[in-house]
């Protein structure tokens, strides 16, 4: 029953991770979104006015060890049917590998690789076995079968990593049954994909959710974009 169903979207504060929350929840999915502040707070909140499912906030920065394990503890008693871990950083200076600092360098990895599947690890054993799903949100840029310029270097080869480690995660899965998927959202205007993007946050998320809710049960690790399609690894 749709409205039996359980989401933890990290990273739920703005853009693509409030979208996603706003499109679970309209579709009577129950959303535990995480934030870092108050004005992401407010944001996710707001949700819980339109019908829909429960909306229930929390608070994780997913670079704080101490703040996963806590989260992790605090919501022993719910088990998942989908853990999306959508945040994510782009560079904020020099954006390659030879010129960028070192901590900008290291931030971005940490952040788009490591921690989010720290974070997957945490509640692996919340995910609901058989049609339980972990995604986490990739990039196009991060197919290196695809990559053909050096255009955003760090943060292509951050998503690059992001989609082996999913690849290490799923297999080692052993005989639980769990879909597991990097997803490419399309480019979308939020903070990061700027105004000029080609999708609003509407159209990606509803795309997303859509191909979520079609390889529930599969138990099949993918690449898949917005529209369903796999992307090249
Ligand atoms: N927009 C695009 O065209 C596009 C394309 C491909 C992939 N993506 C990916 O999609 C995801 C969402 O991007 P967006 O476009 O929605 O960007 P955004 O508007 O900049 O939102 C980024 C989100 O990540 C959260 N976040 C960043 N660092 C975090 C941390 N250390 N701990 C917890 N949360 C953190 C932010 O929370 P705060 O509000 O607290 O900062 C915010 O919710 C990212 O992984 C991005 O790489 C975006």
Redesign the pocket.
């Known amino acids: 029953m749709a409205e039996n169903r359980w989401a933890l979207v990290v990273?739920?504060?703005?853009?693509?991770?409030l979208g996603l929350a706003a499109e679970l929840q309209r579709r009577g999915w129950n959303v535990v979104g995480?934030?870092?502040?108050e004005a992401?707070e407010r944001r996710l909140r707001k949700l819980a006015d339109e019908p829909g499912g429960e909306i229930r906030v929390e608070h994780?920065?997913?670079?704080d060890d101490a703040q996963i394990a806590t989260l992790r503890r605090r919501l022993d008693a719910t088990q998942f049917d989908l853990v999306f871990v959508?945040?994510?950083?782009?560079p904020q200076g020099r954006s390659d590998a030879a010129s960028a600092s070192r901590e900008e360098a290291a931030a971005v990895f940490i952040?788009?690789a490591v921690?989010p599947m720290r974070v997957a690890h945490a509640f692996l054993d919340r995910v609901r076995g058989g049609r339980g799903i972990i995604a986490f949100?990739s990039?196009?840029l991060g197919s290196v079968a695809n990559k053909t310029d050096s255009y955003s270097e760090l943060y292509s080869a951050s998503k690059a990593a992001l989609n082996s480690l999913s690849r290490s995660l799923a297999a080692s899965l052993g005989g639980r049954r769990i879909t597991v998927l990097a997803v490419?959202?399309g480019?979308?205007r939020?903070?990061?994909?700027g105004r000029g993007?080609s999708l609003s946050v509407e159209e990606s998320t509803r795309g997303i959710v859509d191909m979520l809710e079609s390889r529930a049960g599969t138990g099949r690790h993918g690449f898949v974009d917005h529209r369903g399609r796999e992307v090249e690894w």
């Open positions: 990273g739920a504060s703005r853009g693509l991770g995480t934030v870092r502040d992401g994780l920065d997913i670079n959508n945040a994510g950083i782009a952040t788009n921690s949100m990039s196009g490419a959202p480019w979308v939020t903070d990061m994909g993007a």
